[in-house]
Each structure stands twice: as structure tokens, then as C-alpha cells.
């Protein structure tokens, strides 16, 4: 694949102007528009860069072992706790941004990060954005901040109906079944996974808590593994994606790291490697992403 393609790739995936990519390359928007367009090469440096940048917002079909397990084990030195963050008035807040407006977006919302901030933070009523955009981004913010009471209990476990009063908080006043398992059959738009049988739905999320949740030793391979099959099982209706991400804060809390925060800007690396997972198991794609989501995480909570 030449440079040429790569960059539209990346313009097409991560919905950056080429303002924004310039910037991301450390160049100016003549030189991008001028490579975008074929009228001019990029010298090797670029042309690795732009690589680099294709990979990470684009995806990439394996990942070298020695790599991962150094990504991992950074992942798993970056500490937090429920009441650290809780005390922490501007790490707080930029969770619940960041998380809420990332978070949507990748599920479809139309808001910017500017609209998501007056919704949440100074109860502004949006007439150029939906009513359901703006109630998905409250009702994100009102299943975060339940979920970080939950977790602050000192008996605090991962249950069904925890999984169930996080979904019935995310889609209150937008699904009819909000809180309740699907009783119809679903498909992933866009995917070759088939999900569960909806009949199989309330055995296979017991088995996922059971069974699964405890299989693996370090807490990144967890997370990604524990992710994987719960999307593959998809038991609601709509607000699986949403649930599955508040659900891999929630273990991250609770093995006391920083939870990962999955970017709109990678979505398409993020779908990847979640098929790739549940389709032909191969796993080490999306346990590299979730080290690096935990390390993105790290820097814009707690970074100055």
C-alpha cells in the first residue's frame, strides 16, 4: 500500500480534517494536501511516520510477543484507585468527557466534545443535536458516575445485575428493554461475528462471570479477552458497545490501574482487532490496544 492510500485511510477512519493530520505529522496543510494528492513524495521519514499513523488508527494483522509484553506491563504499572480519581475534581471531570463523548461518538453520535461538555457540565438543551444524542451523553454520565459508586463499596462484585443496571442507566428513556437481555436475534453490522442465540444469552453472561472472568493472570490480557466475549455475546438490544466499555473501566478499577479510554480516532483498528479476537482468536492485537488505551488514558487523566 503506497503513502498516497494510507493517508486517505487515515482520513477516512479517524474523521480528521487534513488540518488535523498536517498537525499529527508535524507538517504544514501544503505539504499534506500536495502528498494527498500525488503531486509531490514524501521523503522516507514521512513516509514512516505516515505508516506509523496508519497502523495505529487503521490496525494491524499481528503484534510482535516481545512488544506486547512490554506494553502490557506498563499498562499494568500505571495505578489508580475509585477514590483517587473521585478525589480528584479535574480528573474526574475528564473522565466523564472524554469517556461520554468518545464513547458515543463511536456508537454514531453527531456531538462534539464541545457539545458533550455543555450538556454535561452546564445542562444546556442543544437545538442543533438530537434529543437522543443528548440524552445518551447524560445518561452515559449518570451510568459512570452510579458505576464509581458501585465500585467504591468495599463488597463491591461484578454481577448480571450490575451488567443490567448499567444498560438500564445508559439507554433509560431510549429503549423499551433498557436493563433487560435481548429476547429477539441481533447482528454486528459490518462483521462476520455471529453472537449469541438470544435463547443462550442469560447462560453464556453466567459463564462469562463465572468462568471467563477469572481465567487470566495479568489484567490487560483480561480486559481485552473479557471484552471480546462479552461483545460476542452481545445480550442487549442496543448499548452492548457502551456496556462493554464502562464494564472493562470497572475491572481496571478493581484491579486498582487506570481504565482504558477507547478514542472515535480509532474505531476501525478498534472493530478490527475485537473480529479478529472473536472470530479466529487471535488476541494479541487487541490486548496491545487496550495496553495502549490504558497508557492514552493515563496521560490525559493524570499527565499535566
Known amino acids: ?42 521523503r522516507k521519514k514521512a513516509q ?21 509484553d512490554g506494553r502490557k506491563k506498563i499498562a499494568a504499572s500505571l495505578h489508580t484507585s475509585v477514590r483517587a ?21 463511536i456508537e454514531g453520535s453527531t456531538m462534539t466534545l464541545a457539545d458533550t461538555e455543555e450538556v454535561l457540565f452546564n445542562n444546556q438543551v442543544l437545538t442543533n443535536r438530537t434529543q437522543v444524542e443528548q440524552a445518551e451523553a447524560r445518561n452515559h454520565q449518570a451510568a ?26 445508559l439507554m433509560n428513556g431510549i429503549l423499551s428493554d433498557a436493563g433487560q437481555y435481548r429476547r429477539h436475534s441481533v447482528r454486528i453490522m459490518g462483521t ?24 487470566y493472570g495479568d489484567i490487560v490480557t483480561r480486559l481485552a479477552r473479557v471484552h471480546a466475549a462479552f461483545e460476542k455475546i452481545h445480550p442487549f438490544s442496543d448499548g452492548n458497545g457502551r456496556v462493554g466499555r464502562l464494564l472493562m473501566l470497572a475491572q481496571a478499577l478493581r484491579s486498582g490501574i487506570v481504565p482504558p479510554l477507547v478514542v472515535k ?11 479478529m479476537a472473536q472470530t479466529k482468536e487471535e488476541f494479541g492485537p487487541l490486548e496491545f490496544f487496550v495496553a495502549e488505551s490504558i497508557y492514552a488514558s493515563n496521560q490525559l487523566l493524570f499527565d499535566a
Open 1 to 42: 500500500m503506497n503513502y498516497q492510500t494510507q493517508l486517505k485511510s487515515i482520513l477516512q477512519a479517524s474523521g480528521w480534517s487534513q488540518e488535523e493530520l498536517a498537525r499529527r505529522l508535524d507538517v504544514s496543510f501544503v505539504t499534506l494536501n500536495t502528498w494527498v494528492n500525488a503531486k509531490s513524495e514524501p
Open 48 to 68: 514512516d511516520s505516515i505508516q506509523a499513523l496508519y497502523f495505529d488508527i487503521v490496525g494491524f494483522d499481528s503484534v510482535d510477543r516481545e512488544e506486547l
Open 85 to 105: 480519581i473521585a478525589g480528584d475534581e479535574l480528573a474526574l471531570n475528564k473522565l466523564i468527557l472524554y469517556l461520554t463523548y468518545h464513547t458515543n461518538t
Open 144 to 169: 459512570l458516575l452510579w458505576l464509581l459508586g458501585e465500585l467504591r463499596k468495599k463488597d463491591f462484585v461484578l454481577t448480571e445485575d450490575t451488567i443490567k443496571g448499567l444498560h438500564l442507566r
Open 192 to 215: 462476520q461475528v455471529a453472537v449469541a442465540n438470544y435463547l443462550k444469552v442469560p447462560s453464556a453472561m453466567s459463564e462469562l462471570l463465572s468462568v471467563t472472568i477469572n481465567e
Open 265 to 275: 480516532e480509532k474505531r476501525r483498528a478498534y472493530y478490527k482487532y475485537l473480529e
